[in-house]
């Protein structure tokens, strides 16, 4: 009765949701929606980070890399059709006289969505092959993430002439001949976003559905699940691409969104971000983690729009806090189990006596 209640409730949130996002249109400026369809966007990537983090317990600190090659991907046809498929304007002033080869493939539209989402499930594969493979976990494999979030900051920031450098990719003008200025284009963006995060959303509930207690399974005691005969790498691999992917995907809506990428999207901060949105909503639920990311970018445009100095100061004293709450509330999971365990233990020892 109790489950019953529970998946009812759960399916009213679900219906006001996603019935209030989709009427947002009609009710604020077109400013706000192209607000509120970046939050969208990082909730895509959020969902990914719910499975492998909350799910999985493998702690990620590197997704907004996925983000940017995402989003680096269609940023460069977008780029390239802004400028009739020729030199984009930074290559003019690096000196460059021809299109460089990497910038080709990303001519054709389908091709760089391709390339998109091929590229970070290829990197996140290989890392998390040679990671899982030799049993780094925990905080070791954060750590990893954060220098590949470091490294590839520091590599687009430097290829100026391939990547726009600093500043990035921008100055987008039309996608497949259509305005991107055009307020009703701007509004299906939007639409088109809220629904890939539904469908993508509804994916989830089946991956949770299907294979939610072996990720719990390996969060919590993967050495036990080995001993069952169950090998836990090729879950960890797989759930770690499917993660970048999402990220991937949400990456490329953001540039339709916002119109821009620059590397700084790539960064350590903005991965924080992506896991402090997750961690708001509520780590092992994938609508929670869709709401409390809208939410934490929601609040992050107020107060930087507001006091500019304070956000990161606010990211920082928060991410502190919900550490302290998860590490408290570790430490009561497992005086509970001891306890019952002693429990257990000492009733076993008074049936013995007894015999």
Known sequence: MSRNCNNLMSRVFELILFGSLMLLPFVTSSFRVALFGKYLSYSIAAVGIVLLWGYTGILSLGQAVFFGLGAYALGMYLKLEASNFGLTDFMQWCGLEKLPLLWVPFKN??????????IPALLA????????KRSIKDVYFTLITQALAVIFVTLFI????????????????TFLGISLKDEKIKMWIYYLTLA??????????????????????????????KYLGINPL???????????????????LFVLNVGMISPSEMGIIPSIELVLGVAIGGKVNLLGGI???????????????????????????VFIMISLIEYTNIKLIKNIRFSKFKKTHNILKINEKLR
């Open 291 to 317: 709401v409390g990311t809208v939410v934490a970018y929601f609040l992050k445009s107020i107060i930087s729009e507001n006091y500019p100095d304070i956000w990161l100061y606010l990211l920082g004293v």
């Open 196 to 225: 890939v995060v539904i469908v993508l959303y509804v994916v989830g509930k089946v991956i949770v559905k299907k294979y939610g207690n072996i990720l719990i399974a390996i969060r919590d005691n993967e050495e036990r699940l």
């Open 109 to 118: 539209v389908f091709i760089a969505i391709l390339l998109g989402i091929l």
């Open 234 to 252: 090729g879950y960890k691999i797989t759930i770690y691409i499917f993660s970048a992917v999402l990220a991937a995907i949400g990456g490329m």
């Open 125 to 132: 594969g290989a890392l998390g092959y040679f990671t899982f």
């Open 158 to 173: 430097g290829q100026q002439p391939l990547t726009g450098g600093t500043n990035g990719l921008t100055n987008f003008k």
